[in-house]
């Protein structure tokens, strides 16, 4: 342990970010490293604890307590206090594949369960990891591991996401012939197109698949499995399939006026964006358009706090954003104890711009859509919104959010974005390869299994566990890759 009073000297302290009204002229990352001397302190603040919940990474209460990598997080933050910056990266890459990503987009589930949260704030882990991370770049430690032998086995992936990345990392440094297939135009799935690029820069996502091709990792694009190639094909040419094409089957809404112009759903919107932003720089056209208009976020969550902040800085008129469930509060409820995740109020970098923009929070809770009102050309005009309130099923007991007779008003709406989740894996891969799947779409497979009910095909990420997180994605994918391994050598040393 570096310093046994850390968390007692040092204040946790965040990277700077930009002011709101600053960073929604542009679509770059916005928020600004702490100096390497400063960082060092933040890892000071680390206990070391005897049990480390941080790394834990189980299920408590339904929600992930800690970091499904595992991360050696007070391992790594020490050698950041100490300054030993080589040191953390290797035990950091021990574990994780991607650090540069999960440091910019997970919502630090190391951090909420952190034993300073007890009678503080937690340690800025998340930003110590991207420290690590980005100066490794910047020292050249981070360089293509070419396996020295290779097995002459061969594995497709199918989908780029980062669960797909991980397994195909893993599987080509470990000797075994990786091609990835995606049906986009460029690699990286979710990183790729349903993350903003303020979240994420496309050139950090693209600088890690540079280091893979070196590393002999085949990149196919344009390429929709299933379609373009049927699972017969790919059978015949290689000796292990993955399955790693995310929960893509978005969850739509079913009322009146549903079919109006201007409602999309939200990963075909932030899609747009972001191709022609990486194609033009917005020159094109080619995207959603949401100047000067009134527009409607139906869902919370990350995506729909990412379509507020796209929403704002394509010139939206006003953003206005339904969630369904009641406003969390401020504190954990005694309910809800360390460790488990934090069910409290968070305010997001999307939400924080409304805020600086329209003066108001742009969030109304408790709150759905009855239906939509259209004008003379059939384009989406209003909503009728309709307040909830929870009531205890008789039969099953679970609280249910039900309309609230006579609460019903209605709102502008002139562009409508659905982020309702997703309801699992698209039919016709599924289909396509004859695999089980369960009564939410995700591919059946036995409990910490990843191989499905067709031998030698596999799957990984939210097209097997439902619509998550990355770092839920990154570990789905190191455990499919040993899976794979062990199925293709026998015993697996990944």
């Not at 604890?49 to 299920?59: D, E, K, L, T």
Request: glycine content about 10%; some cysteine; proline content about 5%.
């Amino acid at each position: 342990m570096g310093k046994a009073t850390g968390f007692l000297d040092y204040e946790r302290k965040n990277a700077r970010a930009q002011e709101p009204l600053e960073r929604i002229r542009h679509f770059r990352e916005f928020r600004v490293p702490l100096t390497l001397g400063e960082q060092q302190k933040q890892g000071g603040r680390c206990m070391e604890c005897g049990v480390p919940f941080c790394q834990n990474g189980n299920m408590l209460a339904g929600m992930a307590s800690g970091c499904p990598l595992h991360n050696l997080v007070p391992e790594t933050n020490d050698l950041v206090y100490s300054g030993n910056w080589k040191q953390a990266y290797e035990r950091l890459k021990k574990t994780h594949c991607f650090p540069e990503f999960t440091s910019r987009v997970c919502p630090a589930l190391c951090e909420a369960a952190c034993t300073c949260n007890l009678n503080g704030e937690p340690v800025a882990t998340k930003e110590n990891e991207r420290a690590i991370i980005e100066h490794a770049y910047d020292m050249g430690w981070v360089v293509p591991q070419i396996p020295k032998v290779r097995t002459g086995k061969k594995v497709a992936v199918i989908g780029s996401g980062p669960s797909g990345l991980a397994a195909a990392q893993m599987l080509n440094r470990r000797g075994h012939f990786v091609t990835v297939y995606e049906r986009n135009d460029r690699i990286g799935g979710l990183l790729r197109y349903g993350i903003p690029n303020m979240k994420l820069d496309k050139e950090i996502l693209d600088r890690r698949l540079r280091l893979m091709k070196e590393e002999g990792v085949v990149f196919q694009t344009n390429t929709d499995v299933g379609k373009d190639i049927l699972p017969e094909e790919l059978k015949e040419k290689f000796d292990r399939v993955i399955l790693a094409c995310g929960a893509s089957n978005p969850r739509d809404i079913k009322v009146p006026g549903r079919d109006a112009k201007g409602i999309y759903f939200a990963v075909d919107f932030l899609t747009s964006v972001t191709k022609s932003l990486l194609d033009s720089g917005l020159k094109d056209g080619k995207y959603v358009k949401a100047e000067d208009k009134h527009v409607l976020v139906i869902g919370g969550g990350d995506t729909g706090n990412d379509c507020v902040a796209t929403a704002i800085r394509l010139g939206a008129k006003s953003v206005t954003q339904l969630e369904m469930m009641p406003e969390p509060g401020m504190e954990r409820a005694a309910s809800n104890p360390w460790p488990q995740w934090p069910r409290v109020l968070k305010t997001d970098y999307g939400q924080e711009e409304a805020i600086a923009l329209y003066g108001h929070d742009p969030r109304i809770y408790q709150t759905t859509v009855k239906e939509f009102k259209t004008d003379k050309n059939g384009n989406v005009k209003k909503a009728v919104v309709i307040s909830l309130e929870a009531k205890k099923d008789r039969k099953t007991g679970k609280l249910t959010m039900v309309p609230v007779p006579g609460s019903e008003k209605p709102i502008s709406a002139e562009m409508v974005l659905i982020a309702a989740g997703f309801l699992g894996s698209q039919p016709y891969v599924t289909e396509a390869f004859k695999v089980e799947v369960d009564g939410r779409t995700n591919v059946r497979t036995e409990d910490g299994a990843y191989e499905t009910s067709v031998p030698g095909v596999f799957s990984a990420g939210d097209m097997r566990r439902g619509q998550s997180l990355v770092v839920w994605a990154i570990e789905e994918g190191r455990q499919a890759a040993k899976a794979v391994d062990c199925s293709l050598m026998g015993y697996t040393n990944l």
